[in-house]
Protein backbone atom coordinates (compact mmCIF):
# COMPACT_ATOMS: atom_id res chain seq x y z
CA UNK A 1 0.00 0.00 0.00
CA UNK A 2 1.60 3.53 -1.17
CA UNK A 3 2.10 6.18 1.28
CA UNK A 4 -0.51 8.28 0.24
CA UNK A 5 -3.18 5.73 0.18
CA UNK A 6 -2.72 4.59 4.34
CA UNK A 7 -5.42 6.12 6.48
CA UNK A 8 -4.85 8.33 8.78
CA UNK A 9 -5.84 8.33 12.47
CA UNK A 10 -6.04 12.06 14.02
CA UNK A 11 -4.95 11.56 17.94
CA UNK A 12 -5.93 14.95 20.12
CA UNK A 13 -4.67 16.15 23.36
CA UNK A 14 -2.89 13.29 25.22
CA UNK A 15 -1.59 15.32 28.20
CA UNK A 16 0.50 12.64 29.85
CA UNK A 17 -2.34 10.26 29.74
CA UNK A 18 0.01 7.47 28.03
CA UNK A 19 -1.89 4.22 29.32
CA UNK A 20 -5.07 5.51 27.37
CA UNK A 21 -2.64 6.63 24.32
CA UNK A 22 -1.85 2.84 24.31
CA UNK A 23 -5.33 1.55 24.92
CA UNK A 24 -6.82 4.20 21.73
CA UNK A 25 -3.87 2.63 19.71
CA UNK A 26 -4.71 -0.72 20.53
CA UNK A 27 -8.57 -0.31 20.17
CA UNK A 28 -7.54 0.80 16.20
CA UNK A 29 -5.59 -2.21 15.42
CA UNK A 30 -1.98 -0.78 16.20
CA UNK A 31 0.31 -3.06 17.24
CA UNK A 32 3.55 -2.60 19.27
CA UNK A 33 6.35 -4.09 17.69
CA UNK A 34 9.83 -3.37 18.82
CA UNK A 35 8.43 -0.66 21.22
CA UNK A 36 6.93 0.78 18.07
CA UNK A 37 3.11 1.21 17.63
CA UNK A 38 2.32 0.39 13.94
CA UNK A 39 -0.30 -0.40 11.58
CA UNK A 40 -0.30 -2.42 8.45
CA UNK A 41 -2.32 0.16 6.29
CA UNK A 42 -3.06 3.58 9.09
CA UNK A 43 -0.53 5.91 10.19
CA UNK A 44 -1.08 8.50 12.96
CA UNK A 45 -1.22 12.49 13.24
CA UNK A 46 -0.73 13.88 16.72
CA UNK A 47 -2.45 17.35 16.92
CA UNK A 48 -0.06 18.35 19.59
CA UNK A 49 -0.20 18.88 23.46
CA UNK A 50 1.18 15.54 24.53
CA UNK A 51 3.00 16.89 27.92
CA UNK A 52 1.79 18.49 31.20
CA UNK A 53 -1.45 17.84 33.83
CA UNK A 54 -1.00 13.88 33.28
CA UNK A 55 0.55 11.45 35.46
CA UNK A 56 2.91 9.64 32.49
CA UNK A 57 4.33 12.70 30.18
CA UNK A 58 7.60 10.83 29.67
CA UNK A 59 6.06 7.68 28.52
CA UNK A 60 3.53 9.39 26.33
CA UNK A 61 6.59 11.37 24.71
CA UNK A 62 8.97 7.81 24.49
CA UNK A 63 5.48 6.21 22.66
CA UNK A 64 4.77 9.30 20.40
CA UNK A 65 8.42 10.28 19.44
CA UNK A 66 9.67 5.96 18.67
CA UNK A 67 6.00 6.27 15.97
CA UNK A 68 7.66 9.42 14.86
CA UNK A 69 10.89 8.63 14.18
CA UNK A 70 9.91 5.17 12.66
CA UNK A 71 7.84 7.13 9.94
CA UNK A 72 4.66 5.69 11.23
CA UNK A 73 3.27 9.40 12.79
CA UNK A 74 3.52 12.92 12.51
CA UNK A 75 2.99 15.59 15.37
CA UNK A 76 2.25 19.28 15.02
CA UNK A 77 3.47 21.40 17.93
CA UNK A 78 0.76 22.05 20.84
CA UNK A 79 0.73 25.10 22.62
CA UNK A 80 1.76 23.14 25.71
CA UNK A 81 5.25 21.77 23.61
CA UNK A 82 5.51 25.66 22.98
CA UNK A 83 4.79 27.10 26.39
CA UNK A 84 7.75 24.24 27.88
CA UNK A 85 10.10 25.15 25.23
CA UNK A 86 10.21 28.94 26.45
CA UNK A 87 10.09 28.22 29.50
CA UNK A 88 13.04 26.74 29.38
CA UNK A 89 14.61 28.52 26.68
CA UNK A 90 16.79 31.60 28.17
CA UNK A 91 16.33 34.96 26.58
CA UNK A 92 19.00 36.01 24.20
CA UNK A 93 20.46 38.59 26.62
CA UNK A 94 20.34 36.46 29.13
CA UNK A 95 17.77 38.33 31.14
CA UNK A 96 16.09 34.77 32.40
CA UNK A 97 13.54 33.22 30.29
CA UNK A 98 11.30 33.61 27.16
CA UNK A 99 8.31 32.56 29.26
CA UNK A 100 8.67 34.23 32.99
CA UNK A 101 9.06 31.47 35.66
CA UNK A 102 5.61 33.01 37.67
CA UNK A 103 3.75 30.51 39.96
CA UNK A 104 0.76 30.48 37.41
CA UNK A 105 3.12 28.90 34.51
CA UNK A 106 4.51 27.20 37.07
CA UNK A 107 1.75 25.42 37.84
CA UNK A 108 0.68 24.47 34.09
CA UNK A 109 3.90 22.29 33.51
CA UNK A 110 5.10 21.52 37.22
CA UNK A 111 4.09 17.72 36.39
CA UNK A 112 6.28 17.69 33.40
CA UNK A 113 9.07 19.44 35.30
CA UNK A 114 8.20 16.96 38.13
CA UNK A 115 8.45 13.98 36.01
CA UNK A 116 11.90 14.65 34.07
CA UNK A 117 13.62 15.33 37.31
CA UNK A 118 16.76 13.04 37.23
CA UNK A 119 16.32 12.57 33.59
CA UNK A 120 17.36 16.27 32.45
CA UNK A 121 19.57 15.67 29.21
CA UNK A 122 16.32 13.87 28.23
CA UNK A 123 13.98 16.61 28.68
CA UNK A 124 17.11 18.46 27.06
CA UNK A 125 16.50 16.45 23.85
CA UNK A 126 13.04 16.78 23.32
CA UNK A 127 13.64 20.56 23.70
CA UNK A 128 15.41 20.06 20.66
CA UNK A 129 12.90 17.76 19.09
CA UNK A 130 10.00 20.28 20.09
CA UNK A 131 11.83 23.15 18.32
CA UNK A 132 11.53 21.67 14.94
CA UNK A 133 8.26 19.97 14.83
CA UNK A 134 5.47 21.75 11.84
CA UNK A 135 3.31 23.89 13.61
CA UNK A 136 0.54 22.50 11.05
CA UNK A 137 0.39 20.05 8.26
CA UNK A 138 -1.75 20.46 5.02
CA UNK A 139 -1.90 17.21 2.64
CA UNK A 140 -4.62 17.01 -0.37
CA UNK A 141 -7.21 14.99 2.02
CA UNK A 142 -6.72 17.35 5.11
CA UNK A 143 -5.38 20.39 7.33
CA UNK A 144 -4.18 20.02 11.22
CA UNK A 145 -3.38 22.54 13.37
CA UNK A 146 -2.97 22.78 17.21
CA UNK A 147 -5.65 25.38 17.84
CA UNK A 148 -6.78 27.90 14.82
CA UNK A 149 -6.37 27.70 11.14
CA UNK A 150 -4.95 31.45 9.98
CA UNK A 151 -4.50 31.12 6.17
CA UNK A 152 -3.00 34.36 5.65
CA UNK A 153 -0.54 33.96 8.48
CA UNK A 154 0.38 30.42 7.46
CA UNK A 155 0.65 31.93 3.88
CA UNK A 156 3.34 34.58 5.31
CA UNK A 157 4.92 31.63 7.21
CA UNK A 158 5.75 29.07 4.60
CA UNK A 159 6.60 32.14 2.18
CA UNK A 160 9.30 33.41 5.10
CA UNK A 161 10.18 29.63 6.21
CA UNK A 162 10.14 27.24 3.00
CA UNK A 163 8.17 25.20 5.37
CA UNK A 164 6.40 24.78 8.22
CA UNK A 165 8.74 24.46 11.11
CA UNK A 166 10.73 27.46 13.14
CA UNK A 167 14.02 27.70 14.04
CA UNK A 168 15.71 28.86 17.41
CA UNK A 169 15.96 32.24 16.12
CA UNK A 170 11.84 32.84 15.47
CA UNK A 171 11.49 30.85 19.17
CA UNK A 172 13.74 34.36 20.29
CA UNK A 173 11.44 36.75 18.52
CA UNK A 174 8.09 34.84 19.13
CA UNK A 175 8.44 35.87 22.92
CA UNK A 176 8.42 39.28 21.82
CA UNK A 177 4.24 39.97 22.18
CA UNK A 178 3.12 41.91 18.41
CA UNK A 179 6.00 40.75 16.60
CA UNK A 180 5.05 38.67 13.50
CA UNK A 181 6.58 35.65 15.51
CA UNK A 182 4.40 35.54 18.59
CA UNK A 183 1.47 36.35 16.17
CA UNK A 184 1.81 33.34 14.49
CA UNK A 185 2.47 30.84 17.53
CA UNK A 186 -0.33 32.95 19.27
CA UNK A 187 -2.85 32.43 16.50
CA UNK A 188 -2.05 29.12 15.51
CA UNK A 189 -1.27 27.10 18.84
CA UNK A 190 -3.76 28.88 20.96
CA UNK A 191 -6.64 30.32 19.11
CA UNK A 192 -8.67 33.69 18.83
CA UNK A 193 -9.98 35.29 21.83
CA UNK A 194 -12.16 37.96 22.59
CA UNK A 195 -11.14 40.19 26.05
CA UNK A 196 -13.95 40.56 28.08
CA UNK A 197 -15.41 43.64 28.42
CA UNK A 198 -15.06 45.85 31.23
CA UNK A 199 -12.23 44.45 32.84
CA UNK A 200 -14.29 41.52 33.82
CA UNK A 201 -13.00 38.01 35.55
CA UNK A 202 -13.85 34.49 34.55
CA UNK A 203 -12.75 31.64 37.18
CA UNK A 204 -12.10 28.90 35.06
CA UNK A 205 -13.31 25.63 36.57
CA UNK A 206 -9.61 24.75 37.63
CA UNK A 207 -8.63 27.76 39.21
CA UNK A 208 -7.29 30.00 36.55
CA UNK A 209 -8.45 33.61 36.42
CA UNK A 210 -9.16 34.89 32.90
CA UNK A 211 -9.45 38.31 31.33
CA UNK A 212 -10.16 36.58 27.51
CA UNK A 213 -12.39 34.50 26.12
CA UNK A 214 -11.74 31.35 23.28
CA UNK A 215 -13.75 31.90 19.93
CA UNK A 216 -14.89 29.82 16.93
CA UNK A 217 -13.09 30.83 13.65
CA UNK A 218 -15.81 29.56 11.98
CA UNK A 219 -18.43 31.10 12.59
CA UNK A 220 -20.97 32.58 10.17
CA UNK A 221 -21.99 36.06 10.95
CA UNK A 222 -21.84 36.20 14.66
CA UNK A 223 -23.63 39.13 16.46
CA UNK A 224 -22.77 38.35 20.24
CA UNK A 225 -20.52 37.05 22.20
CA UNK A 226 -22.31 34.11 22.92
CA UNK A 227 -22.29 33.62 19.43
CA UNK A 228 -18.53 32.88 19.14
CA UNK A 229 -17.36 31.23 22.33
CA UNK A 230 -16.24 27.92 22.37
CA UNK A 231 -14.84 26.92 25.31
CA UNK A 232 -16.10 24.47 28.25
CA UNK A 233 -15.87 27.83 31.25
CA UNK A 234 -19.98 29.44 29.77
CA UNK A 235 -19.54 33.01 29.28
CA UNK A 236 -21.96 34.88 32.65
CA UNK A 237 -25.19 35.90 30.38
CA UNK A 238 -24.60 39.51 30.68
CA UNK A 239 -21.32 39.20 29.02
CA UNK A 240 -22.87 36.56 26.13
CA UNK A 241 -25.61 39.24 25.25
CA UNK A 242 -22.88 41.54 24.62
CA UNK A 243 -23.08 42.43 21.02
CA UNK A 244 -19.99 42.04 18.85
CA UNK A 245 -18.20 45.42 17.95
CA UNK A 246 -17.64 45.54 14.07
CA UNK A 247 -13.59 45.70 15.11
CA UNK A 248 -14.03 42.54 17.45
CA UNK A 249 -16.19 41.04 14.47
CA UNK A 250 -13.37 41.95 11.98
CA UNK A 251 -10.65 40.11 14.19
CA UNK A 252 -12.72 36.76 14.02
CA UNK A 253 -11.73 34.58 10.95
CA UNK A 254 -13.65 32.90 9.05
CA UNK A 255 -13.46 29.18 7.96
CA UNK A 256 -15.47 28.60 5.27
CA UNK A 257 -17.61 25.14 4.67
CA UNK A 258 -16.37 24.59 1.43
CA UNK A 259 -12.68 24.65 2.54
CA UNK A 260 -10.62 21.09 3.28
CA UNK A 261 -11.25 19.47 6.23
CA UNK A 262 -9.46 20.73 9.53
CA UNK A 263 -8.80 18.90 12.67
CA UNK A 264 -7.63 20.49 15.81
CA UNK A 265 -7.15 19.77 19.62
CA UNK A 266 -6.68 22.69 22.43
CA UNK A 267 -10.42 23.80 23.70
CA UNK A 268 -11.32 20.86 26.20
CA UNK A 269 -14.79 20.09 24.42
CA UNK A 270 -17.02 17.30 26.41
CA UNK A 271 -19.55 15.34 25.47
CA UNK A 272 -19.80 12.74 22.65
CA UNK A 273 -17.07 13.49 20.00
CA UNK A 274 -18.79 14.41 16.95
CA UNK A 275 -17.89 17.05 13.77
CA UNK A 276 -18.45 20.68 14.41
CA UNK A 277 -19.19 21.30 11.11
CA UNK A 278 -19.05 19.10 8.00
CA UNK A 279 -15.38 19.98 7.58
CA UNK A 280 -14.39 20.71 11.20
CA UNK A 281 -13.25 18.36 14.02
CA UNK A 282 -12.03 18.97 16.95
CA UNK A 283 -10.13 16.08 19.28
CA UNK A 284 -9.59 17.56 22.77
CA UNK A 285 -12.51 16.27 24.49
CA UNK A 286 -10.66 16.74 27.98
CA UNK A 287 -8.72 13.40 28.52
CA UNK A 288 -6.45 14.53 31.40
CA UNK A 289 -9.77 16.15 33.17
CA UNK A 290 -11.27 12.44 33.02
CA UNK A 291 -13.15 12.81 29.96
CA UNK A 292 -12.07 11.30 26.26
CA UNK A 293 -9.05 10.75 24.20
CA UNK A 294 -9.99 10.91 20.75
CA UNK A 295 -9.18 9.85 17.34
CA UNK A 296 -11.01 10.44 14.18
CA UNK A 297 -10.25 7.77 11.79
CA UNK A 298 -9.95 9.54 8.49
CA UNK A 299 -10.11 7.74 5.29
CA UNK A 300 -11.21 9.01 1.44
CA UNK A 301 -14.67 10.68 2.78
CA UNK A 302 -14.72 14.76 2.13
CA UNK A 303 -17.42 14.91 4.59
CA UNK A 304 -16.20 14.32 8.48
CA UNK A 305 -18.65 11.48 9.51
CA UNK A 306 -19.55 10.85 13.48
CA UNK A 307 -19.16 7.46 13.38
CA UNK A 308 -15.54 7.59 12.30
CA UNK A 309 -14.41 9.32 15.82
CA UNK A 310 -13.15 6.36 18.08
CA UNK A 311 -12.17 6.82 22.07
CA UNK A 312 -11.64 6.00 25.11
CA UNK A 313 -12.96 6.86 28.40
CA UNK A 314 -10.20 7.91 30.48
CA UNK A 315 -9.97 6.56 34.23
CA UNK A 316 -7.43 7.13 36.73
CA UNK A 317 -4.47 6.48 35.52
CA UNK A 318 -2.61 5.52 38.72
CA UNK A 319 0.89 3.28 38.98
CA UNK A 320 3.85 2.15 37.21
CA UNK A 321 3.47 2.39 33.17
CA UNK A 322 5.34 -0.86 31.73
CA UNK A 323 6.86 1.34 29.09
CA UNK A 324 10.18 0.66 27.53
CA UNK A 325 11.90 3.86 28.34
CA UNK A 326 15.02 3.29 26.76
CA UNK A 327 17.46 5.44 24.28
MN1 LIG B 1 -4.32 20.92 25.33
Redesign the pocket.
Known sequence: MTEERRGVDLI??V?GCAISLCLLLDRMGYRRINGVYRHPHRRVVFI??IV??GPHIREALHIVRAMVDAGEADIIM???EYNLLCYLTPKADGEGYLRAHTARHQRILQQTLDQFHGHEYELQEYMEWFLQLPLFIETDRFRAV?ACWHQTLIDQFVEQRGGNRIDKAFLLRSAEEGSFEWEVMDRLLRGTHLRLPNDEVIVSKDGFKRHFFRTKFWSDNPQRMGDVVFQPDPLPEHIARRELTDSQRADLLHYGPDEKLLFM????CEGTPAPIRDNIACL?FSA?KYGKLVAYRLDDETALRADKFVWVDVAREVGRMDVEMGG
Open positions: GDHGDDRGNHHGHYWDV
